[in-house]
């Protein structure tokens, strides 16, 4: 009797993928379906969500161009791709980091930051070429003046918009993941301060109406972000393997000389040449007359924390290196301690001198007696 064989079902459906540690991707898709009915009933409410808003015709010299402002519809547009972004953190969470955590066997601390290194490797890369993108394209990187020219820039292209509402939205769910990731409470603290750091620099730049300097600021950032977390993630495979670390020692030295660099060069000499000093939040001006006034000071606290960084990093690295040679040398003395004993039980094992005689272990002598005759 011949039975039929049960089809196998894609493992997005199976109960594993809904249920195990992901609970809240069934609450992300019945949002989906119901975003997606909401699309076919009533197609402008569906744009909202979907598309960035506040779309407004810039004269230029050769027409008109299609640009953005920010205002409060942005925060509906933020919320939709917090949900998205939920559901892609736990597809690469299912079908990625879940499949080499079985075959590495960590234990449960390297598991939770094999985790998060993870996960950051694939925002870092995807958002360093996206905002590499961005910064060639609007010529951002060939001409540094635009950094601050025609302050306050208001007026934001569509890629230039969307990146930013797509990078609050990412830190945003970063939040809730803290929850759904079951991070230890040890480790809660330190995310939290880089969560919150991250949303501080990208919401300040976006309603100061420093997007250009923040794109250049994110991708030096980002760039180092991704070596540190993918030398992690290399050496929770290989903890002999360190030369990754080298390199992002380099590329976080680097990034940071050029993250000094841009503040001192835009703050301390472009902005305070734009022509309209005045502070006017309804044109977007704020770069203000005060402002202005404190503009040292503000430098002077961007060095300091820029050296505080530089000093933590140093620290690190001389921690790290000192532990390296203890481990070297303690290597080597057992190594020297492992021959001397090998020699002593060589010794021991083929006789000694005594005299230029050869003489056994228990003093007699190796050779052998000659039997007299009867």
Not at 117 to 132: D, E, M, N, P, Y
Request: with cysteine; net charge positive.
């Amino acid at each position: 009797m011949a039975f039929r064989r049960r089809a196998k079902s894609h493992p997005l459906f199976s109960q594993e993928f809904l249920i195990h540690n992901h609970a809240d991707i069934g609450f992300c898709l019945v949002l989906s379906v119901l975003i997606a009915l909401m699309f076919e009933v009533t197609a402008k409410t569906a744009f909202l969500f979907i598309l960035p808003q506040y779309n407004v015709s810039v004269p230029t010299a050769d027409g008109e161009l299609v640009q953005y402002h920010y205002g409060l519809k942005d925060l509906v547009t933020i919320l939709f791709y917090i949900f998205i972004a939920i559901i892609l953190h736990a597809v690469v969470q299912e079908y990625a980091l879940d499949k080499i955590n079985r075959r590495l066997h960590l234990s449960k601390v390297k598991h939770s930051k094999f985790n998060e290194s993870g996960q950051l490797v694939a925002f870092h890369l995807t958002s360093v070429i996206w905002c590499l993108y961005v910064v060639v394209t609007e010529g951002y990187i060939s001409n540094p003046r635009s950094l601050w020219e025609n302050y306050p820039h208001v007026y934001l292209p569509y890629q230039v918009k969307f990146f930013y509402l797509c990078q609050l939205a990412y830190w945003l769910h970063a939040l809730p993941e803290l929850y759904f990731q079951k991070v230890r409470k040890e480790e809660i603290p330190r995310q939290l301060r880089c969560i919150v750091l991250y949303l501080l620099h990208i919401a300040g730049a976006y309603l100061l109406n420093l997007t250009r300097l923040g794109l250049i600021l994110l991708l030096l950032q980002y760039l180092a972000e991704f070596f540190f977390h993918m030398a992690r993630l290399v050496y929770f495979t290989d903890e002999n393997n360190e030369k990754l670390f080298n390199v992002w020692a380099v590329v976080f030295v680097v990034t940071r000389l050029f993250t000094l660099t841009l503040y001192i060069l835009v703050i301390g000499f472009g902005l305070p040449r734009v022509e309209s000093q005045a502070l006017d939040p309804e044109r977007g001006n704020f770069f203000s007359f005060l402002f202005n006034n404190i503009l040292f000071s503000v430098l002077l606290l961007v060095c300091l924390f820029q050296a505080s960084v530089m000093w933590r990093f140093i620290h690190f690295q001389l921690r790290r290196w000192r532990e390296y040679w203890n481990e070297q040398s303690s290597r080597k003395r057992a190594a020297a301690a492992s021959t001397k004993q090998q020699t002593k039980l060589l010794k021991r094992d083929s006789g000694y001198h005594e005299n230029g005689v050869v003489k056994a272990e228990n003093g007699t002598s190796p050779r052998t007696k000659k039997l007299k005759s009867p």
